[in-house]
């Protein structure tokens, strides 16, 4: 991770962490989708190359973002969380969810699907993070 920023604008600060797809696009698989694992990553529709897939994990690690942790129940596999600075992106995720689906081509379904996260609006998000807690704070 780069030790120098372009500003000390917060959009840019932002974008300096968040600012390419595959990144968000991790967070959104772990989000809504369930996935922990590097392998898990790789089975997305978007099918991310490995080498940026593994740079993208160690980046959002460095950010603060992620958690990487071996996976007790498996010697050779690395588990991914979520750090509550993550969850707190939910909103975030939302609202892009929302836009696109509005404004783009989208799946039928996954349009749906972000319809239905938009529209329960921050009760819904907060029980959303709340879950997030729950399976990746352990609170």
Known sequence: MRNHN???CPINLTLEILGDR???LILRDMMFGGKRTYNQFLESDEKI???ILRDRLQA???AGLLVR???PTHKQRITYRLTESAIQLVPVMAHLGN???RTLPADAELAAKARGIFAGGPAHWDELMSAL???HLGI
């Open 69 to 71: 942790a071996a996976d």
């Open 60 to 62: 959002l690690v460095e």
């Open 99 to 101: 836009w696109g689906q």
């Open 133 to 135: 807690r729950a399976e």
């Open 49 to 51: 190359a490995t080498n």
């Open 6 to 8: 372009r500003s000390g």
């Open 22 to 24: 595959w990144s968000l």
